[in-house]
């Protein structure tokens, strides 16, 4: 089952569980007549359920793409709960003040690490004012200490995993949002390339491709992972089984073609331009790439390659954006790298 599959079912069933569970709490409220617990724990219930239902016939869509486009029934939920319980320590006769237990861990279920933590201290810093300011209940008192007792056993728990995932992290080949390999392991891995290449007497292109400034500029920064996350899965698509895309930095990336000399890297340049454009452009704005492509001489080291291949994509975005361009070696590298006759050292294809 492909990753994103299983971690789409994982949290549906999760919301599932927890709606569940939270409706048997309401029953159980209302069994025993606490009335105003059952209809928070009801309405609660509903909106779990609804997660679940938006997080299972949401369109398919790529991991990282779905943790960026959020269901509103997260928000919705989140809401709800912090005022229910803000609204319950403020008024002692609004008995509610325990759900506050769990919204720290909610948040860090629903939201990413940086906005679960800035979401967490507003309300720990509204529920403090509210206890300490507004209310003189000894009750309300105890409801601050247990409140922070919970919040520190979440605390603990999200630590031990941001531990963890630093830890794994240097065993990780891919890059969570595009899925390209990471930067780390280019060298060596073009470096075997290289070795291989020149044993078996093959091709090598080395790639480098970003997305144009002007294009990427105006894409609202809340938007440009699920772009990169587009131009990721992209690229996963249109290349060969043994072809390997890394990313280099924000919006560049590397690709790797073994058995392909100048001209055919050229050619799968082009190619990739032009869906590039096609997939990401929409009706507001065209979206583009450049690339910069070169191949393997003799006395190339990894180094070298990467080198050329992004002089080449510098060249390509001076010219213009929206461009591919390659670099073949001169004397003159300087020269050849910014000609554009058809006989100079580097040829550039412009549109």
């Known amino acids: 089952m492909p990753q994103t599959s299983l971690s789409t079912i994982m949290r549906t069933r999760s919301y599932q569980w927890a709606a569940a569970i939270t409706a048997?709490?309401?029953?159980?409220?209302?069994?025993?007549?606490?009335?105003?617990?059952?209809?928070?724990?009801?309405?609660?219930?509903?909106?779990?359920?609804?997660?679940?239902l938006f997080e299972k016939h949401r369109p398919q869509e790529k991991e990282q793409q779905r943790k960026l486009r959020r269901s509103p029934w997260t928000h919705v939920t989140t809401l709800f709960l912090a005022s229910v319980t803000l609204l319950s320590a403020l008024y002692s006769e609004f008995s509610a003040s325990s759900w506050s237990f769990i919204l720290p861990m909610l948040l860090f279920f629903f939201y990413p690490l940086k906005t679960a933590v800035i979401a967490v201290a507003v309300y720990s810093l509204c529920l403090l004012i509210i206890v300490t300011q507004l209310s003189e209940s000894v009750e309300k008192l105890a409801l601050l200490i247990n409140y922070l007792l919970c919040l520190s056993l979440?605390?603990?728990?999200?630590?031990?995993?941001?531990?963890k995932d630093q830890q794994l992290k240097p065993l990780r080949r891919t890059d969570n949002l595009t899925q390209a390999s990471i930067k780390e392991r280019l060298n060596d891995d073009l470096a075997k390339?290289?070795?291989?290449?020149?044993?078996?007497?093959?091709?090598l292109t080395v790639m480098a491709l970003a997305i144009d400034e002007r294009g990427f500029n105006q894409v609202d920064e809340a938007d440009h992972d699920v772009l990169l996350s587009k131009l990721g899965h992209l690229l996963h698509e249109n290349l060969r089984a043994f072809d390997s895309y890394y990313r280099w930095k924000d919006h560049e990336f590397l690709i790797v073609f073994p058995y392909t000399n100048t001209q055919d890297g050229m050619k799968t340049a082009e190619k990739l331009r032009l869906i590039a454009k096609d997939s990401l452009s929409d009706s507001k704005r065209p979206i583009t790439v450049s690339i910069g492509t070169a191949s393997l001489n003799v006395g190339d080291s990894a180094e070298s390659m990467l080198n050329k291949s992004l002089s080449a994509l510098k060249q390509a975005q001076k010219r213009g954006h929206n461009r591919t361009r390659s670099y073949v070696d001169s004397d003159a590298s300087e020269n050849s790298a910014t000609?554009?006759?058809?006989?100079?050292?580097?040829?550039?294809?412009?549109?």
């Open 193 to 203: 390339e290289i070795q291989r290449s020149e044993r078996e007497g093959t091709e």
């Open 24 to 52: 048997l709490l309401a029953l159980t409220g209302l069994l025993t007549g606490k009335l105003e617990g059952a209809i928070i724990a009801a309405v609660f219930s509903v909106l779990l359920f609804m997660n679940s």
């Open 154 to 163: 979440t605390a603990g728990f999200v630590y031990l995993r941001e531990v």
């Open 339 to 351: 000609q554009s006759a058809p006989t100079s050292a580097a040829s550039d294809s412009d549109h």
